[in-house]
């Protein structure tokens, strides 16, 4: 979307159209399911647990690092990411309110 479409739209319109932008990758569901599993993770690590080249992941990395869905700090030369669990529960709230109209709306369609 460009600048300018996202001007029409409120910051947290956008905040969640780029969560689910950066969603839309297996790979990147992948990196999320690692750092899920060991609650932080060295970049390198990554390299030995996923099927892509280092500057596959790096790139992912940082698309999920734009997304706000991953947060990392840099130690010596290596740089550990962990999710980012106050976005995750944003979105997991923005959800719910899908899921709720849901569970209270009169069926319109067949």
Known sequence: MGITKAAYFTDA???LADI???LGNP???A???HLAKVNSCICGDL???LPLAQATISQHLKELKNAK????NIDGNA???CINHEVFNKFKAYLNIFSNANDNANTCCP
């Open 13 to 15: 319109q956008n905040e």
């Open 20 to 22: 689910a932008k950066a």
């Open 69 to 72: 869905l991953i947060k990392g």
């Open 27 to 29: 790979a990147r569901i």
């Open 31 to 33: 990196i999320l399911d």
């Open 47 to 49: 390299v030995t647990e």
């Open 79 to 81: 740089v550990c990411y």
